[in-house]
């Protein structure tokens, strides 16, 4: 039974461009949050989507957008990239919107900007 | 505003011996739960254990238990006859009433288990 599957696993960007990440997942979870997690720090939510809509959002400038599909798969794009936006960013998904222990996370993007 | 303290970067124990992580949490919800992760070097965060805040008594899972004291706020983790394998980050995370799915975490702490 495949978990979260990200894509890619890394990824080097120059300031200024955009990036977008990819994250399926588990098999029978319909909701997908993303979260970034800064080199020694804790996952910072970025927002949530469920029924192909942002659910919930965390303290995060309008330069990060996303998207869910039918499928239920989901895509963080960030724009204008800075060096403060080089992290880990992982994606979590889940039956529903509330319930944050059934979530699986999967293994992450490393982002780095140059 | 929520917020989650983690007081130990680093800890360190014998392998079998048992070991206990900080956690200390603020919230003004009167519903809310409690959340353990283990992240390894390979990044991913995985479920340890949870404990809902009028869960009545402490939550354990396997050789994992949570020493739940809401008076004092605090969701210490309880690691029993550690093993290698639990070298890792360990974080604390809080989500309150039907927002569980927005998890705030703590900084972390890392935990060496010595052979």
């Known amino acids: 039974d495949a978990g979260v599957t990200q894509s890619p696993t890394h990824l080097i960007k120059t300031r200024g461009q955009q990036v977008t990440l990819r994250c399926s997942p588990k098999s029978g979870h319909d909701t997908v949050s993303w979260y970034q997690q800064a080199l020694g720090q804790g996952p910072q939510f970025i927002f949530q989507?469920?029924?192909?809509?942002?659910?919930q959002r965390g303290n995060f400038p309008d330069r990060f957008s996303g998207h869910q599909f039918p499928n239920y798969s989901s895509e963080l794009n960030v724009n204008a990239l800075l060096l403060g936006d080089s992290a880990l960013y992982l994606c979590?998904?889940?039956?529903?919107?509330?319930?944050?222990?059934?979530?699986?996370f999967g293994s992450g993007t490393r982002l780095t900007v140059v | 505003a929520q917020k989650i303290t983690q007081t130990q970067p680093g800890m360190f124990v014998q392998e079998k011996e048992a070991v206990t992580l900080d956690c200390t949490y603020d919230t003004s919800d009167p519903s809310y739960g409690l959340f353990w992760y283990k992240q390894p070097s390979s990044g991913e965060m995985i479920f340890l254990i949870y404990q809902g805040s009028y869960d009545q008594q402490n939550a354990t899972e396997g050789r994992y238990s949570l020493n739940f004291q809401k008076a004092r706020k605090s969701a210490n983790l309880v690691i029993s006859a550690s093993q290698l394998g639990d070298s890792a980050m360990y974080f604390c995370a809080i989500g309150s009433g039907t927002s569980y799915g927005k998890l705030t975490f703590g900084q972390g702490t890392i935990l060496t288990v010595h052979p």
């Open positions: 989507y469920y029924e192909e809509e942002e659910r």
């Open positions: 979590a998904s889940s039956t529903g919107t509330g319930v944050g222990y059934g979530y699986t």
